[in-house]
Structures are given as C-alpha cells and as structure tokens.
C-alpha cells in the first residue's frame, strides 16, 4: 500500500542565497540550448518546484522536446522519455504483471512513469486510452496494476510535448487529462538574434549532449521545501478564487477552471515569488500566471470559438477586469494606474504584519 509523503521526504528549506544559486544554476544550464526562452524556461522551473506537470505545445521544430530534455539533464535523477504513438499501449506507461517460470509467482515491470522526471514527446499522438494511463499519476503521484498500489518518488513531473491539434494524426487531450496539467506553455518562434545565434551554436554538435547536470533529486527536494514555505496573503488567496471563479461565469465560456486549478495556480505563484527572490506572493504573480495556468483548462462557447476568440485572449480579458485587492474600486475600463496612497507599504509582505 502507499503512504503519504511527508515534509521528511523534502528535506529542510534552503537559505535564499543557495535556493538562488540552485534555481540560477538550472536555468543556465537550460539556456545553453534553448537560446532567447528565458521567461519560458523559469516557467517550467516553476512548475517542477510547484510539484506539478508542464505540457508544451507548439508547431514541429521549435524546441519543445529540447526543452523538456534540457531541463531532465540539468538534474540529476532518474529520467525516462516517452515515444507516444498510436500503438503505444497502457501498460508500457505504468508497467505489466509478467510471470516468472523461475518463482512460479506474477512479478511486476515498472513502466516508464517510475522515474523523476518523465519526458512524453508529442502526447496526442497516443490513443485516449493510452493518454488516460496517465491521470492516477500525474494526480495522486502513484500508479495501481491489479489492484497493488506502487508510490511514485518526489519530485515526480511529467513534461509532455504536443503538436496542435489540427495537426495530421493527432488526438486532442481529454477535458480531465488538461486538468492534470498544472501550466500549459508554447515555445514561439525565437527572434532573429536568438535564431542567428541557434545556428553558430547547433551547426556542429547537439549542445544537448554537452550540457551535464547541475543539481540532483535531493536538492530538488529541498527547493520543494523552500517554496511551500512562501507565504500567502489572505487578500492574495481570495483573489486566486475570484480569478478562478470569474472563469466559470464568463458569458464565452461554458466550461470554467476547477478547484484544481485554484491551488495550482497559487503552488505556481509560490515558486515564482521564491524564483524572483520573495518570500510572499504578489497579485502580480497570479495575474502573470493565469494565462498558462488557467486558459488550457476552460472550454469557449460555440459563439466565442465562431468569434475566434482564444482562450488565452478570454483569460487575459477576466485578468484585466478583475479588481486587485487592495486597490480602490473603479470602473473595469479605466487603464489608467491607481494612485498610491499615502504611508502605504506592502500588505502582502508577512514583515509587514
């Protein structure tokens, strides 16, 4: 049977000067290969800290797999990647029961899912079923074959990769398998120094295969612990649920964001306010972080989808008109910055208090 994790398996917290140098360190190390993405390569740092799952999807050939492998390399732990394709079966995801002529007893193969860090390249490629192997997982961090529970060691993260789904021989992930994913983000195509740059740097040899790993499990472990420790206003909390909530009454959204949602998207904003050197989070992180961790989980109305309207651009809308706490009411569609008041000092910084 499984047991719960514990604050021992995490280890202590790091000092601000080494969480700095860790994270600092991962984020080079990436960089080597993944030239002008540095907002997007500390997204995903943030999302390995937060304990959750990255999806990465963009058109072929713009560095999504390089990503998802550059961030495996630069730690230290066990990594496994995954082919996914229509033939690809459950089983080779969490594992098979085979029986053994020599102990006359079934004995279990670990599947590809028990490791750290599990690169699935280009997700909807697989069958829905096979996509499903991976919904007890990536949600309650273990994996059950005939009827025996396996724990899945910390940190565990699945980084998948997609093409979109208008692609040729894809399959769009179900509502429920989105939902797992703590942030959705896409490469873009780089501007013309990075790409010029990309072409001195990857003309010879694959600088995938020259970057070595700069942190390990443990330490990984420890940055976990550091940020669980950031703290959260009230004030902040309650603006994570209006922000969510404001998705399930948008008139162009029948599908809004789950409870899941709400306490991914305050994980995320916790390590994104200890990557920036902060020990509280700021309304500005979850408002940063909305896009990516909010827009691939809501379904647009017919209306909206024949408007073209995106559910990155319905996000960004619920953003903008949302009050931030602590400010003065005001109309939605005054743009115009609010006025500091006077004596006024952070409330959102613990110190403070």
């Not at 995801?93 to 029986?99: A, D, I, K, N, Q």
């Not at 949600?139 to 692609?167: C, H, K, S, W």
């Not at 827009?295 to 408007?307: E, F, G, K, S, Y």
Request: hydrophobic fraction near 40%.
């Amino acid at each position: 049977m499984t047991t719960e994790r514990t604050w021992d398996e995490l280890g202590e917290t790091l000092p601000g000067d080494e969480f700095r140098a860790a994270t600092d360190g991962i984020v080079a190390n990436i960089e080597k290969v993944i030239e002008g993405k540095t907002a997007t390569v500390r997204l995903a740092l943030a999302v390995l800290l937060a304990e959750g799952h990255l999806l990465i999807e963009d058109v072929p050939g713009v560095g999504k797999t390089k990503l998802a492998k550059a961030l495996a390399k630069s730690i230290d732990c066990s990594v496994r990647r995954i082919q996914f394709t229509p033939d690809l079966l459950p089983s080779d995801v969490t594992g098979v029961s085979v029986y053994n002529q020599e102990t006359h007893d079934f004995e279990f193969k670990p599947g590809a899912v028990f490791a750290n860090l599990v690169v699935g390249d280009e997700i909807n490629r697989a069958s829905p079923k096979t996509q499903s192997a991976l919904l007890e997982c990536m949600e309650e961090r273990q994996v059950t074959v005939d009827g025996t529970t396996y724990e899945l060691r910390t940190p565990f993260m699945v980084v998948a990769t997609q093409n979109p789904i208008e692609m040729e021989g894809t399959y769009p992930l179900p509502e429920a398998q989105r939902d797992r994913f703590t942030a959705r983000i896409a490469m873009g195509y780089p501007d013309a120094g990075a790409e010029l740059q990309m072409l001195d740097v990857h003309s010879g040899e694959d600088p995938l295969t020259q970057i070595s790993p700069v942190s390990d499990a443990a330490t990984v472990r420890r940055l976990i612990a550091t940020v669980r420790d950031v703290h959260v206003a009230e004030p902040v909390k309650q603006y994570a649920v209006n922000l969510v909530n404001a998705t399930r009454e948008a008139p162009d959204l029948r599908l809004g964001a789950s409870p899941r949602a709400t306490l991914q998207l305050l994980r995320t904003a916790r390590a994104v306010a200890a990557l920036e050197g902060r020990d509280f989070v700021l309304p500005d992180d979850l408002q940063a972080l909305a896009v990516p961790v909010l827009a691939h989980r809501i379904i647009p109305t017919a209306d909206a989808q024949l408007a073209r309207r995106t559910t990155d651009a319905i996000v960004a809308d619920l953003v903008h008109r949302l009050p931030v706490p602590g400010e003065r009411q005001r109309s939605p569609y005054d743009t115009r910055p609010p006025a500091p008041e006077a004596g006024d000092t952070n409330p959102y910084d613990p110190r403070r208090r």
